[in-house]
């Protein structure tokens, strides 16, 4: 079993940065792909940025790019995303989740949110105009 845990969040103005934290705890011998989701109110979740278990291969969405960046350290088993130049858009709360993978799948990342077993509890991220 894999624990996830977000910690980062909070308040911004528009123009502003936050980087968040995810920490994975547990049974973490195994390879992990990892991921930010994010819901705004009244809305689906979205895959925001995934990276595989090989750090160098990652993914953003187009509401994102160029703004936010996924990286990780696994020897810590945590996973983190820089945000800059944040919007009110980018308003929601932001969770982190895991998927294992095998060895072969290891410059694999993934954006649907059934690949991902393990999901932390979220992190609410306001950015204010």
């Known amino acids: 079993q894999v624990q996830v845990v977000e910690s980062g969040g909070g308040m911004v103005q528009a123009g502003g940065s936050l980087r968040l934290s995810c920490a994975a705890s547990g049974s973490t011998s195994s390879r992990y792909a990892m991921a930010w989701f994010r819901q705004a109110p009244g809305e689906g979740r979205e895959a925001g940025a995934a990276?595989?278990?090989?750090?160098?291969?990652?993914y953003y969405a187009d509401s994102v790019k160029d703004r936010f960046t996924i990286s990780r350290d696994n020897a810590m088993n945590t996973v983190y995303l820089q945000m800059n130049a944040l919007k009110p858009a980018d308003t929601a709360v932001y969770y982190c989740?895991?998927?294992?993978?095998?060895?072969?799948?290891?410059?694999?990342?993934?954006?649907?949110?059934?690949?991902?077993?393990?999901w932390g509890r979220g992190t609410q991220v306001t950015v204010s105009f």
């Open positions: 990276i595989a278990w090989r750090g160098s291969s990652t």
């Open positions: 989740a895991a998927a294992a993978v095998f060895y072969s799948n290891s410059y694999t990342y993934y954006t649907p949110d059934y690949y991902y077993r393990y």
